[in-house]
């Protein structure tokens, strides 16, 4: 397993990492996210052992990777986002290499061939770094972390230049390997994070915004008296009439979904259900509901609420600039 304590993370007066604590079980994986500048890659670089703190620690299967630095890498296994590779070696030539400099101790050649079948390397193992694709570049990247069987795998972005069917065979390949090992997964593309982690790690700033269940983080941040609508007919006139409505507190019209429908998110006041009222003000002015349903966070929504304090990104602000220059108003 992962334990971080307390750790902290300065460059002068900066602090990049502040004071975070949490921790990785085994047979999970854990996703952690947060934006650019957030102190993610400076947790995971102080994890693996290319930084070390300025405060706390971090152990690696009960191991301080500060003070016995040698025997917690061994049990590491780490995909940065740009792969380690040697573009002048060989597939073959490189994982040799790589299987030499960790000490393995495993059957060498059942080993590699098991790794390049587990990540589909096989066909190009004689071929030339250099000469392979993005995708396969990082398939072999992906090969070079696992040799040796390590405990915890740290990846960083896994799927970046793959193709489809790639990502989700390195998708079920990271759930498959999450059942046996400790894994934590850095990722931008948020579906992914929620189709594999277990449990997700949200950091922003320097600290821990959110550290839960996949399940249940979107429940926790979510709540029963927001809806999205979608209806037919003028946005502007629908926007009036819900409104009207004495409990909304407010209404946001976040997209156009088809000729003649946009998508509204509402908001009213808290403990009121305003679903009636929606369909009874709509109805009688004949403008069609399309779909309306409780306004569960999706993981993308979650991520933009806990780091920027916006389900919309700043989408609303952008709109409501947009609305004012279409009027001949100012920026």
């Given at each position: 397993?992962?334990?971080?304590?307390?750790?902290?993370?300065?460059?002068?007066?900066?602090?990049?990492?502040?004071?975070?604590?949490?921790?990785?079980?085994?047979g999970?994986?854990?996703?952690?996210?947060?934006?650019?500048?957030?102190?993610?890659?400076?947790?995971?670089?102080?994890?693996?052992?290319?930084?070390?703190?300025?405060?706390?620690?971090?152990?690696?299967?009960?191991?301080?990777?500060?003070?016995?630095?040698?025997?917690?890498?061994?049990?590491?296994?780490?995909?940065?986002?740009?792969?380690?590779?040697?573009?002048?070696?060989?597939?073959?030539?490189?994982?040799?290499?790589?299987?030499?400099?960790?000490?393995?101790?495993?059957?060498?050649?059942?080993?590699?061939?098991?790794?390049?079948e587990?990540?589909?390397?096989?066909?190009?193992?004689?071929?030339?770094?250099?000469?392979?694709?993005?995708?396969?570049?990082?398939?072999?990247?992906?090969?070079?972390?696992?040799?040796?069987?390590?405990?915890?795998?740290?990846?960083?972005?896994?799927?970046?230049?793959?193709?489809?069917?790639?990502?989700i065979?390195?998708?079920?390949?990271?759930?498959?390997?999450?059942?046996?090992?400790?894994?934590?997964?850095?990722?931008?593309?948020?579906?992914?994070?929620?189709a594999?982690?277990?449990?997700i790690?949200?950091?922003?700033?320097?600290?821990?915004?959110?550290?839960?269940?996949?399940?249940?983080?979107?429940?926790?941040l979510?709540?029963?008296?927001?809806?999205?609508?979608?209806?037919?007919?003028?946005?502007?006139?629908?926007?009036?009439?819900?409104?009207?409505?004495?409990?909304?507190?407010?209404?946001?019209?976040?997209?156009?979904?088809?000729?003649?429908?946009?998508?509204?998110?509402?908001?009213?006041?808290?403990?009121?259900?305003?679903?009636?009222?929606?369909?009874?003000?709509?109805?009688?002015?004949?403008?069609?509901?399309?779909?309306?349903?409780?306004?569960?966070?999706?993981?993308?929504?979650?991520?933009?609420?806990?780091?920027?304090?916006?389900?919309?990104?700043?989408?609303?602000?952008?709109?409501?600039?947009?609305?004012?220059?279409?009027?001949?108003?100012?920026?």
């Open positions: 397993m992962i334990e971080v304590k307390n750790l902290t993370k300065s460059y002068g007066s900066k602090k990049a990492v502040n004071d975070i604590s949490f921790t990785a079980e085994g999970q994986v854990l996703g952690f996210l947060g934006p650019n500048g957030a102190g993610k890659s400076t947790t995971m670089n102080i994890l693996t052992g290319y930084l070390s703190s300025t405060e706390g620690q971090a152990f690696i299967d009960g191991i301080d990777i500060l003070e016995d630095p040698i025997k917690a890498k061994k049990l590491i296994g780490y995909l940065p986002e740009q792969p380690p590779l040697y573009f002048d070696m060989t597939v073959n030539e490189y994982l040799d290499f790589v299987y030499g400099l960790k000490g393995c101790k495993l059957p060498r050649k059942s080993h590699l061939d098991e790794i390049c587990i990540v589909k390397i096989t066909d190009v193992r004689k071929r030339l770094i250099k000469n392979l694709s993005k995708g396969y570049k990082q398939r072999v990247g992906f090969a070079q972390a696992l040799v040796g069987n390590p405990r915890v795998l740290i990846l960083d972005e896994p799927t970046v230049g793959l193709d489809p069917k790639q990502i065979e390195i998708r079920t390949l990271i759930k498959r390997l999450g059942k046996n090992h400790t894994v934590i997964l850095s990722s931008h593309i948020l579906p992914e994070v929620q594999v982690c277990d449990r790690v949200v950091i922003n700033k320097g600290r821990i915004v959110a550290n839960d269940n996949t399940d249940t983080l979107a429940k926790n979510s709540s029963d008296h927001k809806l999205v609508l979608h209806a037919e007919g003028s946005s502007d006139e629908i926007k009036k009439i819900l409104d009207s409505i004495p409990a909304m507190e407010r209404v946001f019209v976040a997209r156009q979904v088809e000729e003649k429908v946009h998508e509204y998110h509402l908001e009213a006041k808290e403990g009121v259900d305003i679903r009636r009222e929606v369909f009874k003000k709509l109805a009688a002015r004949n403008y069609p509901i399309l779909m309306m349903r409780s306004n569960e966070l999706t993981l993308e929504e979650v991520f933009l609420k806990l780091t920027t304090g916006d389900v919309y990104g700043g989408a609303e602000k952008i709109e409501q600039k947009f609305d004012r220059i279409s009027k001949g108003g100012n920026i």
